[in-house]
T-cell receptor, first 112, second 112 residues
Framework: GENVEQHPSTLSVQEGDSAVIKCTYSDSASNYFPWYKQELGKRPQLIIDIRSNVGEKKDQRIAVTLNKTAKHFSLHITETQPEDSAVYFCAARPPGAQKLVFGQGTRLTINP | DAGITQSPRYKITETGRQVTLMCHQTWSHSYMFWYRQDLGHGLRLIYYSAAADITDKGEVPDGYVVSRSKTENFPLTLESATRSQTSVYFC???????????FGPGTRLLVL
């Protein structure tokens, strides 16, 4: 079945700098890749997603890129702010399935 | 977000006891999911359901039982709780054909 690896497990950046989190997946037929943000003590919430027929998607300060050949996708956050501090999860959806397979999570800390 | 709720929010139980975690959604979403969240493992799928009376195993189903007699409810039962089942449990739901999974607020379970 699908397996998703996420790196790094922790990331600390200075406020205003950029942050990048990377994920790799194993099933080349997976077709949907969402990113969820989980603030401390809260539920995960979708922040951005990308489908397999698209290479890049942006939403204000966040962007996701997908490299199907290499089977990896990345989350990019620019001009980081303290409210970006959270745990971020990537996920992949196997073909023909509604379920998601999640990565292990990245704890992002923005230092003022 | 208010459309999916979980109860109880916190639960302490003892090894060997039966525990049922409740999940209720008001959106008439066809798909519902149960995940457990543990440090270093991200979100792991326990069971999911495509509709009432249709359930399927996820990555880590052992020790858990689910049922779905009504579309809006998806209870998760630990038949004989073990310490390894100490975790935070999240329920999620989505519409068939849609991609975004909406998470409940979570239940923090401690098994002594």
């Amino acid at each position: 079945g699908e397996n998703v690896e996420q790196h790094p497990s922790t990331l600390s950046v200075q406020e205003g700098d950029s942050a990048v989190i990377k994920c790799t997946y194993s099933d080349s037929a997976s077709n949907y890749f969402p990113w969820y943000k989980q603030e401390l003590g809260k539920r995960p919430q979708l922040i951005i997603d990308i489908r397999s027929n698209v290479g890049e998607k942006k939403d204000q300060r966040i962007a996701v890129t997908l490299n199907k050949t290499a089977k990896h996708f990345s989350l990019h956050i620019t001009e980081t702010q303290p409210e970006d501090s959270a745990v971020y999860f990537c996920a992949a959806r196997p073909p023909g399935a509604q379920k998601l397979v999640f990565g292990q999570g990245t704890r992002l800390t923005i230092n003022p | 977000d208010a459309g999916i709720t979980q109860s109880p929010r916190y639960k302490i139980t003892e090894t060997g006891r039966q525990v049922t975690l409740m999940c209720h959604q008001t959106w008439s979403h066809s798909y519902m999911f149960w995940y457990r969240q543990d440090l270093g493992h991200g979100l792991r799928l326990i069971y999911y359901s495509a509709a009432a009376d249709i359930t399927d195993k996820g990555e880590v189903p052992d020790g858990y039982v689910v049922s779905r007699s009504k579309t809006e409810n998806f209870p998760l039962t630990l038949e004989s709780a073990t310490r390894s089942q100490t975790s935070v449990y999240f329920c999620a739901s989505t519409l068939a054909g849609e991609e975004t999974q909406y998470f409940g607020p979570g239940t923090r379970l401690l098994v002594l």
